[in-house]
């Protein structure tokens, strides 16, 4: 067992445990004091836009193809190129945020009508008008956040990794109390929350500055051309589609979701968050960690780190992604109605979120697989094969959108997201075992058929123990809250004591 890896993994899990917790406290704000209407929908897509952008341009493709570089300039070349190429870099990555901010504030209606047609052509202007506003105040959002993400692989680099995962934090504290107190003072209340994105990205920028500091590493501007930005593009365009496609999904699904009722956008906003609470704690906190991780061993040519690594961050996937995955499923309506259905924020509106959050669950582990399989080709400098992939999942998606959404609504849309995501980890696959990179271990497989069993007895406990949906409607939070973590905690330990029966020990694998 890799225990840095572990360890590594560990600290982002725990951090954003802790961001996704209070991201779910935000949301609970936003629901009980604004519900799921047409001005909620106007937030979101202003939202939901740089937030795509950030996932592409930060975290994203950015990072995907930074990071590799840096990890091969850190272990072959001297502090001082370290220090040239990220100067170069940041200052190429800071001149193309500001060119894409400043247009898109300009052009902010043409941007909403291009993301969200369906506000447009809608009898009442409301939703357009308000979301067209709220964007010249969200869209600095991802000049702010990209900076933070390119500060962050700086730092995940050099194997900081606890302050770039506890960052998040910082937006759902300045959302919350956007939220609760700014929007008393303004006109449109809602508007506190786009007010609250940009206060969020400001202090989430600002707040990793000492620690680039303390490494002596802050980025300085730089003029001139550098070897290494050249490869920063080569690698990043065909990135844009290979590792972002769950998130170009989603946006597609908010696109069509504008030509629904109203609420339909807000409805697949709150069942997307439930699947990112998983996601994140599994599959991107490993794929934080992979990326670096492999990089370093294929800068030394240490193929058997390197598939071992694989190895393990896929055995840690599947270990916690399978019963996450069947707890979302079962448990998709007591979650929604405990987490937000209050005020506002009613039982309709918990329903139509928790069809589309089965749906959504039910691709848990492809979305995982995902996030583990594209770093592998990344790190070895391999941006075209998850292009071709990315690619032929994105274009499957929007064929399964029209059909499924035309008779299934908002909840088609989720269906066709989770079945592009398991085309997305399929081939993936194929082409690393193809091109002799990776084949499923022996030991992973047998995991497989283990963790399959575990998860099947844990099911037919929450089928028959957990309380039913009207049990949820009918009593207070207190009780909600403590029924909902009974059934959770029970049935954690049911999973992990069948795991011990079955052979599979943590401290072993």
């Known amino acids: 067992m890799d225990k840095s890896f572990l360890k590594s993994s560990s600290i982002i899990t725990v ?82 945020l ?28 409301t939703k357009f008008n308000l979301a067209s506003d709220m964007l010249r105040i969200t869209f600095p959002y991802l000049l702010l956040i990209s900076l933070t993400a390119f500060s962050g692989a700086i730092l995940n680099t050099y194997d900081k990794f606890a302050v770039p995962a506890f960052t998040p934090v910082l937006l759902n504290i300045s959302m919350i109390l956007s939220a609760v107190y700014l929007s008393e003072y303004l006109d449109t209340p809602i508007m506190a929350l786009a007010w609250g994105v940009l206060i969020g990205g400001v202090v989430q920028l600002l707040f990793q500055i000492p ?94 780190k390197f598939t071992r690594t694989t190895n393990y961050a896929l055995k840690i996937g599947l270990l916690l992604g399978a019963p996450a995955c069947a707890g979302l499923v079962l448990l998709a309506e007591p979650l929604i109605i405990t987490l937000f259905q209050y005020d506002q924020f009613d039982a309709f509106a918990a329903h139509k979120s928790a069809l589309s959050l089965i749906a959504y669950g039910s691709g848990l582990m492809a979305f995982i697989m995902v996030k583990i399989l594209a770093p592998v080709f990344l790190s070895r ?44 980890a399929s081939l993936l696959y194929y082409y690393l075992n193809k091109q002799s990179i990776f084949n499923v271990s022996n030991d992973l497989i047998k995991m497989f058929f283990k963790v399959l069993l575990a998860s099947f007895i844990m ?25 909902i973590a009974m059934t959770i905690g029970a049935s954690v330990v ?6 011990r ?6 401290e072993h694998l």
Not at 494 to 499: E, T
Request: aromatic share 12%; with cysteine.
């Open 459 to 483: 099911v037919i406990f929450i089928l028959n123990f957990s309380n039913e949906v009207n049990f949820y409607l009918e009593v207070d939070a207190w009780q909600r809250i403590t029924s």
């Open 494 to 499: 049911i999973y992990f004591v069948c795991l």
């Open 98 to 125: 500001v060119i894409i901010t400043v247009i898109t504030v300009i052009i902010a209606p043409l941007v909403i009508f291009m993301f969200a047609w369906g506000f447009y052509f809608d009898d009442d202007p």
């Open 381 to 424: 400098g391999d941006t075209k094969t998850p292009v071709k992939v990315g690619v032929i999942a994105m274009v499957s998606n929007v064929f399964l959108n029209i059909i499924f959404a035309y008779y299934f609504a908002h909840v088609g849309l989720a269906i066709a997201t989770s079945i592009s995501a398991v085309i997305n």
């Open 211 to 304: 620690f680039l500091i303390k490494i002596k590493k802050l980025p300085k501007l730089k003029r001139g051309e550098h070897a290494a930005v050249k490869t920063l593009k080569k690698r990043m365009i065909p990135a844009l589609f290979g590792v972002s496609v769950s998130q170009i999904n989603l946006l597609i699904d908010t696109m069509i979701a504008t030509v629904l009722v109203s609420g339909s956008v807000t409805w697949l906003y709150y069942s997307d968050r439930l699947l990112e609470l998983p996601l994140a704690l599994i599959g991107i906190a490993l794929a934080t960690v992979a990326l670096a991780k492999l990089s370093v061993h294929f800068a030394n040519n240490d193929e058997q």
């Open 15 to 96: 951090m954003t445990f802790l961001s996704r917790i209070l991201g779910l406290v935000r949301d609970y704000f936003i629901a009980r004091y604004f519900g799921a209407n047409g001005l909620t929908d106007a937030f979101l897509v202003a939202f939901r836009i740089p937030n795509f952008l950030r996932r592409l341009f930060g975290e994203g493709a950015f990072s995907q193809a930074f990071v590799p570089i840096l990890a091969e300039v850190k272990a072959n070349h001297d502090e001082i190129e370290v220090q040239n190429v990220i100067n170069h870099i940041g200052t190429k990555f800071l001149t193309v």
């Open 501 to 506: 029966l079955l052979g599979i020990r943590m």
